[in-house]
């Protein structure tokens, strides 16, 4: 099996229906997990009974933690969730927490050389220790480097998210991300949007979300569409991380060109839309690529 790292935020969403566990980085790194590959997260927790959950968690899932640091003084990370009356979520994310200081453990980039991809994002990148951090991952010789914007408002500028594209084999982003980051008007098409996005971020690869009307994703073999299952939303928290891990895992398979490729991650995304929490219990076998 392959090994796929994340970088970024360990925290905790605080959902009308309960408390679960997130963070952009680990959400993928655990469908990576229940997908089949071996996933790492690289992140840090508090000294706090939510941060020994979080890690507790995390093994449970089969996400490799050996790299998640507990930071004495901080404390774990938490996100207030408020969703309207389509499911779609809005965030109000605590500061100056334990992933906010992810440490860069002695010797990792020399122990993360022959995996298969790092997955990073924009909102780590608020505090500059960890984007000294992922600067310093980012120089191991990875077989891809996957971007997902996932921007949050306030913690992010446009200058930063292209900056942090020109690192990336592959960039994931939404489609109101897309044309925020290219000044792009509704009329621009989604492909037409694909490309402009393939040049402003020069990445090989280029994916952009659009909700329920599926994705379109620029690849070796060119341009795919795939139009989302129609499913009853639940809440729309984690279903993008969801889609995102379905697509790396199908890049990681070798499975690119499969007919169903970019339709089994609308198919993933689109099932955790429908069921509370980021990452729902299912079988990996319904979503597998023959």
């Not at 996005?197 to 280029?206: E, F, K, N, P």
Request: aromatic share 8%.
């Amino acid at each position: 099996m392959s090994a796929v790292f994340c970088f970024g935020e360990v925290l905790w969403d605080c959902m009308p229906s309960g408390l679960f566990l997130g963070g952009a980085p680990l959400n993928v790194a655990s469908h990576l997990a229940r997908l089949g590959l071996k996933a790492g997260m690289v992140s840090a927790v508090g000294d706090d009974i939510l941060g020994a959950e979080a890690i507790q968690r995390m093994e449970s899932n089969g996400v490799d933690s050996r790299y998640v640091a507990v930071i004495k003084g901080k404390q774990t990370g938490s996100v207030s969730v408020n969703l309207d009356n389509k499911a779609n979520a809005t965030y109000k994310i605590r500061e100056d927490v334990a992933w906010d200081h992810i440490p860069l453990y002695e010797g990792l980039t020399n122990e993360l050389v022959g995996t298969s991809a790092i997955v990073y994002g924009t909102l780590a990148m608020r505090s500059p220790e960890n984007l000294r951090v992922l600067e310093a991952l980012l120089e191991v010789e990875w077989p891809m480097r996957v971007y997902d914007a996932n921007l949050r408002a306030p913690y992010y500028s446009i200058e930063q998210v292209l900056t942090l594209s020109r690192f990336a084999d592959l960039f994931k982003c939404n489609e109101d991300e897309a044309r925020e980051l290219c000044g792009a008007s509704d009329a621009v098409p989604p492909e037409a949007l694909l490309r402009k996005i393939a040049d402003l971020t020069d990445s090989g690869r280029v994916c952009i979300t659009l909700g329920t009307r599926g994705a379109v994703y620029l690849g070796p073999t060119g341009v795919l569409h795939a139009v989302a299952p129609q499913v009853q939303p639940v809440d729309s928290v984690g279903a993008g991380d969801a889609f995102l891990a379905a697509l790396v895992d199908g890049i990681v398979q070798g499975k690119e060109d499969h007919p169903d490729f970019l339709l089994r991650a609308c198919r993933l995304g689109a099932f955790v839309a429908s069921s509370h929490g980021a990452v729902p219990q299912y079988e990996a076998s319904v979503f597998a690529l023959s």
